[in-house]
T-cell receptor, first 118, second 115 residues
Framework: KAGVTQTPRYLIKTRGQQVTLSCSPISGHRSVSWYQQTPGQGLQFLFEYFSETQRNKGNFPGRFSGRQFSNSRSEMNVSTLELGDSALYLC?????????????????FGPGTRLLVL | AQTVTQSQPEMSVQEAETVTLSCTYD???????LFWYKQPPSRQMILVIRQEAYKQQNATENRFSVNFQKAAKSFSLKISDSQLGDAAMYFCAYRRRGSQGNLIFGKGTKLSVKP
């Protein structure tokens, strides 16, 4: 099976712009989670989607949003970019279901999108 | 709130030797999962090993094994016969059973392997 793919791999934006990142999960996986990775804050959970519904959300401002399509592909959007949004954005997929429980809920990560905000 | 602590920012090991990476966590939950992920430089994060809290037996995957001490809330990773390809950032992560997504990560340990 192909792994988790993320596009684009690199992005440069300026403050105030918005950006959309895309994630395609492993075939058959229905849950997609997003994480932000920075040197200072480490890895932080943004949100999780399952069957086109956001099931869980981390502690990020409303500028960060996401959605999931019927084929389980997911996008995240960051509006009004700030310098502090520069980070590696990681997407992870898992089979989903079981209310998020069960040993099959291991998350598999994509290569990430590196966003630089100038 | 749950937290994960990795007290060793950097570690070094000689090729073919054994190294242990430490991880402690804080939770009031009794049912959860613990993970070790490896992130090589500029490469994808991959799962190394997983442990279910309800299982007393320590998980093992080839050269990788864990020492899970539930009462002490400790979850260390032992790498035996270290190889150059083991050089990476290692992240310990926690997820409460029933929590969708929401892996809570430690800050990571950078492991260097000397030839």
């Amino acid at each position: 099976k192909a792994g988790v793919t993320q596009t684009p791999r690199y992005l440069i934006k300026t403050r105030g712009q918005q950006v959309t990142l895309s994630c395609s999960p492993i075939s058959g996986h229905r849950s997609v989670s997003w994480y932000q990775q920075t040197p200072g804050q480490g890895l932080q959970f943004l949100f999780e989607y399952f069957s086109e519904t956001q099931r869980n959300k981390g502690n990020f401002p409303g500028r960060f949003s996401g959605r999931q399509f019927s084929n389980s592909r997911s996008e995240m959007n960051v509006s009004t970019l700030e310098l502090g949004d520069s980070a590696l954005y990681l997407c992870a997929s898992s089979p989903g279901g079981s209310g998020g429980a069960g040993p099959t809920e291991t998350q598999y990560f994509g290569p990430g999108t590196r966003l630089l905000v100038l | 709130a749950q937290t994960v602590t990795q007290s060793q920012p950097e570690m070094s090991v000689q090729e073919a030797e054994t190294v242990t990476l430490s991880c402690t966590y804080d939770t009031s939950e009794s049912d959860y999962y613990l993970f070790w992920y490896k992130q090589p430089p500029s490469r994808q994060m991959i799962l190394v090993i997983r442990q279910e809290a309800y299982k007393q037996q320590n998980a093992t995957e080839n050269r990788f094994s864990v020492n899970f001490q539930k009462a002490a809330k400790s979850f260390s990773l032992k790498i035996s016969d270290s190889q150059l390809g083991d050089a990476a950032m290692y992240f310990c992560a926690y997820r409460r059973r029933g929590s969708q997504g929401n892996l809570i990560f430690g800050k990571g340990t950078k492991l260097s392997v000397k030839p």
